[in-house]
């Protein structure tokens, strides 16, 4: 009985700590082309986002920037949380070799909004990335 109750506690941790987990904008995340993954991960008390996979395309215009490697590659570099839940870093671009001020927000605890300018407040994008794991 006593191995029943034990069981029964590690299923109940197991199923409370699953939403915590989705709500989190740390795991793995396809951008909305399916061309790019990324692994985002607590670094230096903040949030970075390495890339765990490319298509052929991605990796051919990353090539072409002379980024050689593009799986390893930090897109997500330096956030930092504030008050709102929303991160506040660097985006790096490896097409053009250079990254800019951006910020990301969990919309939904599989969609993760990505914007940013490349200059100021002019030439603003933003993208949805959607929660693989």
């Not at 029964?8 to 399916?34: K, Q, Y």
């Not at 395309?57 to 897109?75: F, M, N, P, S």
């Not at 997500?76 to 250079?98: E, K």
Request: with cysteine; hydrophobic share 45%; net charge positive.
């Amino acid at each position: 009985m006593s191995r029943m109750r034990h069981l029964a506690a590690i299923a109940v941790c197991a199923l409370t700590a699953t939403p915590a987990a989705a709500a989190s904008p740390f795991g793995v995340w396809s951008n909305p082309r399916g061309s790019l993954m990324i692994r985002t991960t607590a670094c230096n008390g903040g949030l970075c986002g390495a890339i765990v996979w490319a298509n052929g395309a991605a990796r051919a215009d990353a090539r072409e920037a002379g980024v050689a490697h593009l799986i390893g590659t930090q897109l997500l570099r330096n956030y930092r949380a504030d008050a709102s839940g929303t991160w506040s870093g660097r985006f790096y671009v490896p097409d053009m070799g250079r990254s800019f001020p951006s910020h990301l927000k969990l919309v939904a605890p599989d969609r993760l909004k990505i914007s940013g300018c490349l200059i100021r407040h002019y030439f603003c994008r933003s993208q949805e990335w959607h929660r693989l794991q």
